[in-house]
């Protein structure tokens, strides 16, 4: 299922209240609000960038830039076996929340699409710059 079809209408605020983004189409592009300042963690706390030690800047989102899903079979897994594996094997899509990236490219500063991780497991999420966080949307 599409990440873009299960998370609501919007508009969607932080922990602080503040507008991330208004619609469905707002969230997935150019305009939306998610940026270093204002993608906080559920306490209202700042997430570490990909220049802070350690870095926290990949999000696992498993989706597309337009929140949809990747194909699937014959294609690579981009959800960590639907968000079930724990080890090596698989991947999952990751985006960067502080719009940061090692180029100034779309794809490089996307906030749910940039790289998949090297594997499932912390120990394989961690190297590219990931804590296993994820994005949460809530519906009022």
Same mark, same amino acid.
């Given at each position: 299922?599409?990440a873009?079809?299960?998370?609501g209408?919007?508009?969607w605020r ?6 991330v983004?208004?619609?469905v189409?707002?969230?997935h592009s ?5 940026t270093k300042?204002t993608?906080?963690?559920?306490k209202?706390? %700042?997430?570490n960038?990909r220049?802070?030690t +350690? ?7 498993g989706? *597309? @830039?337009? &929140? ?8 690579a ?6 968000w079930?594996?724990g ?6 899509m990751?985006g ?6 090692p180029?100034?490219s779309?794809? %490089?500063?996307?906030w749910?699409?940039?790289? +998949?991780t090297l ?5 394989r999420? *961690? @190297?590219? &710059?990931?804590?296993?966080?994820l994005y ?5």
């Amino acid at each position: 299922m599409n990440a873009r079809d299960r998370i609501g209408a919007g508009p969607w605020r932080n922990a602080k209240r503040e507008v991330v983004a208004r619609s469905v189409d707002d969230l997935h592009s150019a305009s939306n609000n998610l940026t270093k300042q204002t993608a906080l963690d559920e306490k209202g706390q %700042a997430v570490n960038s990909r220049t802070e030690t +350690p870095s926290k800047h990949d999000i696992l989102t498993g989706s *597309r @830039p337009d &929140g949809t899903a990747f194909p699937g079979a014959p294609f690579a897994d981009m959800t960590c076996g639907n968000w079930t594996k724990g080890g090596a094997d698989g991947s999952a899509m990751t985006g960067h929340f502080d719009r940061g990236g090692p180029i100034a490219s779309p794809w %490089a500063t996307s906030w749910n699409s940039s790289h +998949p991780t090297l594997g499932c497991s912390m120990e394989r999420i *961690r @190297p590219t &710059g990931g804590d296993g966080l994820l994005y949460c949307f809530a519906v009022q």
